[in-house]
């Protein structure tokens, strides 16, 4: 399991929409040394509703026959019981799909496709982690806040869906391109430091 975020540097900032231009001065796209990122070490105040519906009974079916899951998604399951504080299937299962905020860092988590089945998620916490695909996000189109620092992500293109998004951490990981971004003419702040972007075009039309 990998180690928090060394302490923050007072130079280096999130990249708000006032400030976008500045972030190419600044190097925030990839000759920044270290991420200057919120604390998500812990989670937000749990939000409930009365959601239940598939998705909620296809974590429940995953749950139940763990053997069709690979070996990272059973781990997956398993941190989520943790979250839950539950082994008992059903009972995980309505929990889960009633929270709006959901915090799994430090979870040396890779694959996250059980994820798609919490669409009312409003806020995503998963830094720290290895997760590459982000494939199952694309059907989290109510998240507001995603943290995703410090991971392997290198595509962004199952993003482009989530138009709702208002905040996106996307520190030290491997993107290369922000063109997936351009739509998301919600976002008010956006952290990219240490990763390989050269371009900022894609998000130019997200400045005020």
């Given at each position: 399991m990998r180690s928090h975020f060394p302490p923050v540097s007072p130079i280096v900032r999130p990249i708000t929409r006032t400030a976008l231009s500045a972030a190419v001065l600044l190097g925030l796209c990839g000759?920044?040394?270290?991420?200057?990122?919120?604390?998500?070490?812990?989670?937000s105040e749990t939000d409930l509703?009365?959601?239940?519906?598939?998705?909620?009974?296809?974590?429940?079916?995953?749950?139940?026959?763990?053997?069709?899951?690979?070996?990272?998604?059973q781990h997956t399951?398993?941190?989520?019981?943790?979250?839950?504080?539950?082994?008992?299937?059903?009972e995980a299962s309505r929990y889960l799909s009633t929270v709006t905020s959901l915090t799994l860092n430090d979870a040396d988590l890779t694959d996250i496709s059980l994820l798609a089945a919490f669409p009312q998620l409003t806020e995503l916490y998963l830094d720290n982690n290895t997760i590459a695909d982000l494939t199952p996000l694309a059907h989290l189109t109510q998240l507001q806040v995603l943290?995703?620092?410090?991971?392997?992500?290198?595509?962004?293109?199952?993003l482009a869906a989530l138009?709702?998004?208002?905040?996106?951490?996307?520190?030290?990981?491997?993107?290369?391109?922000l063109a997936?971004?351009?739509?998301?003419?919600?976002?008010?702040?956006?952290?990219l430091s240490n990763n390989a972007v050269q371009d900022l075009q894609p998000l130019s039309g997200l400045v005020d």
């Open positions: 000759g920044a040394t270290r991420a200057d990122v919120v604390d998500l070490s812990g989670p509703n009365e959601t239940a519906g598939s998705e909620a009974l296809s974590f429940g079916q995953f749950c139940t026959e763990p053997d069709r899951l690979t070996t990272d998604a399951l398993s941190v989520l019981s943790r979250v839950a504080q539950t082994d008992d299937c059903t943290a995703l620092g410090n991971n392997t992500v290198q595509d962004l293109s199952s138009t709702q998004l208002q905040v996106l951490y996307l520190n030290l990981n491997q993107i290369q391109t997936p971004l351009t739509g998301l003419v919600q976002l008010t702040e956006l952290a």
